[in-house]
């Protein structure tokens, strides 16, 4: 009987030092976890420390107005921001297709259709 007694005590004594020596393990993973957090956070917040005082640079008032001044100038557009009618996307007929135009290619250029246009062999 006290065989039995002591065999139980050393197992119960076993199974609860290998369960705090679990329980120990996984609390030091969950505050190495914490800790490479809260250094994350840290990086976070001096990143956008970094974006504002560069946001605020490029907003200086005299900056924009520089840049207003530069690009509110006429100039004459170039071939490629000059659009027509022809080269809008075509409305759908009828039957669903897209009617496909030479005026839809430019220059090598294929301007979006309202449906896409699929390429296989006929079935």
Known sequence: MVRRSTALWLLLATCAGITLFLVKHEVQEREDRLNALHSEILD??????????????????????????????????DRLQRATLDMLPQPLNSDGEAPLTEAAHIGGIVLPMARPVTVGAPQ
């Open 44 to 77: 976070n917040q001096e990143a956008i420390q970094v974006l504002k005082a560069e946001w605020s640079y490029l907003n200086r008032p005299e900056r924009l107005e520089r840049l207003i001044r530069e690009f509110s100038e006429e100039r004459p557009a």
